[in-house]
């Protein structure tokens, strides 16, 4: 895994507000034609999934002072709850992902809804990849990402949480270090990690949406999925 060189990371800025049933890869592709950037054969489109979740019309009703509610609906799209502290609940849901409050999320939605995660992110990149393709020159990658916290370390990062069009993981196992030594666990999680950088220019109060990621090493191109990333309950020390 020799890895790109450089990478470049533009902000897709301009993206009118998504709503139910919105042509999500459309609007992102205009947007970014817009801003003198369009998206090209190689790229790496993240968005993140709050948009999609409102494309796709995962929205419900929710009074954000009604924390019964509020806790009802986060059971429901639990299928195991792993803690609770006061109002905050880590469980685990039916993509396998672990995450506070089953990723029902409140923040940039309209006052009175709640977001729900995408039902199938991996399908979900994989539809904004395709009607991506349908343009000409336009074969790019695309990662669904959103923001979890981290066990034993402080803060938030974005992660892949849909992939389509790329390596989540790179296996690197078998082969050498730059010292010669045969690298024997090194698995390295690709799809997070341009996820993250593409949180660096979107930010969390912007509202940029989306971001390209031009550089990656062409060698990690292939049809991924996000499962890649979650590890199997029985090596899971922590479950």
């Not at 993509?95 to 995660?117: I, T």
């Not at 993981?169 to 698995?187: F, H, K, N, P, Y």
Request: glycine residues 10%; hydrophobic residues 40%.
């Amino acid at each position: 895994m020799s890895g790109p060189s450089a990478l470049t990371v533009v902000p897709v800025e301009g993206i009118p507000e998504v709503r139910p049933g919105d042509n999500l890869a459309g609007l992102v592709a205009e947007a970014a034609g817009a801003q003198g950037t369009p998206l090209g054969d190689g790229d790496c489109l993240v968005v993140t999934q709050k948009v999609v979740s409102k494309a796709e019309g995962r929205l419900v009703p929710l009074d954000p002072d009604d924390a019964s509610a509020r806790r009802r609906l986060v059971e429901q799209e639990s299928v195991r709850v792993l803690r609770r502290r006061g109002d905050l609940v880590i469980s685990e849901t039916s993509h396998g992902l672990v995450c506070a409050n089953a990723g029902v999320d409140l923040s940039n939605v309209e006052d009175g809804y709640a977001a729900l995660l995408p039902t199938d992110p991996d399908r979900s990149a994989r539809w904004i990849r395709d009607a991506l393709r349908a343009r000409p020159g336009v074969d790019v990658a695309v990662l669904v990402s959103d923001t979890f916290g981290r066990p034993w370390r402080h803060g938030l990062t974005d992660v892949a949480i849909g992939v389509s069009g790329l390596a989540a993981v790179v296996d690197l196992r078998g082969s050498s270090d730059g010292a010669g030594r045969t690298l024997q666990v090194t698995e390295v999680a690709v799809a997070d990690e341009v996820a993250a950088a593409a949180e660096l220019v979107m930010g969390k109060s912007r509202r940029v949406p989306a971001a390209i990621v031009r550089g990656l090493d062409p060698s990690w191109r292939r049809e991924g999925s996000a499962r890649e990333l979650i590890r199997p309950p029985a090596e899971d020390l922590f479950r």
